[in-house]
């Protein structure tokens, strides 16, 4: 079963200093057809303007995932943790008994641009962590890179859930394929470019829920990155 997600339905929010498209329902926008799929309960496409941000607020029992796009992000938490990234650099929060912190545009100048991901952990009170990692293009480049797991496997950032998340840069005329075990599911979220899953065309901001399928397969892409989520049914 395949239900497309199109980029320009998401709910859509302006702040002069943030504009932000939810693929889930976050915040003011609330969508009953669009609450999260398992898990993976936000995807928000954030644009921020030079020198704004984030004032500092708190979290608990949830993994926050930051996948930078474009610009310098600026992150400091109540951990002590102090860290600017920027493209390739996936940054992982493991919120537990809770986490206050702040994300600024670290750059006085330009935008910074990235995708906020929170998924429900699997275990609730855990004492709250930090890591970030770095994925090159070149890493991800005509393959998919596993980015974050269960496990940490495969120098991957370590997410408190049962889930996966892979990265891809598909080459033009290539076909990259994943399969699903019987109990799993795939999100598949295009960032930019165009590309086919499983036979459904897919542009920038478009999603792609896949359930009772045994195989995701990317195909026709151009100038396309993406996310591919395989969680729990």
């Known amino acids: 079963m395949l239900q497309i997600r199109k980029g320009t339905e998401r709910g859509i929010a302006d702040h002069g200093w943030l504009n932000s498209h939810h693929t ?16 993976l309960l936000v995807i928000n496409e954030d644009r921020v303007h ?12 949830m993994e926050i995932i930051s996948y930078v796009l474009d610009g310098a992000l600026e992150h400091k938490d109540s951990m002590g943790t102090g860290s600017v990234l920027h493209y390739g650099d996936v940054q992982r929060m493991s919120a537990g008994t809770g986490v206050r912190h702040s994300e600024f545009n670290h750059s006085q100048t330009e935008p910074v641009h990235f ?3 929170w998924i429900q952990p699997n275990v609730k ?28 496997r495969e120098n991957s950032v370590l997410i408190h859930q049962d889930a996966a998340i892979y990265a891809a840069i598909p080459d033009s005329g290539q076909t990259l394929q994943h399969a699903l075990a019987a109990d799993r599911t795939a999100y598949v979220h295009l ?38 989520f395989d969680l729990p049914f």
């Open 115 to 117: 995708l906020q991901i």
């Open 125 to 152: 009170g855990i004492a709250p962590s930090y890591e970030e990692k770095h994925f090159t293009a070149a890493q991800k480049q005509g393959q998919l890179r596993l980015i974050a797991s269960s496990d940490g």
């Open 50 to 61: 030079a020198a704004k941000g984030f004032g500092t607020h708190g979290h608990s029992d």
């Open 24 to 39: 889930f329902s976050f915040g003011h926008y609330h969508d009953p057809l669009h609450t999260g799929f398992g898990p």
């Open 191 to 228: 960032i930019r470019g165009q590309l086919t899953v499983n036979g459904v065309a897919l542009e920038g901001g478009d999603a792609l829920k896949v359930t009772a399928e045994n195989l995701v397969t990317l195909a026709d892409a151009k100038d396309a990155e993406v996310l591919l």
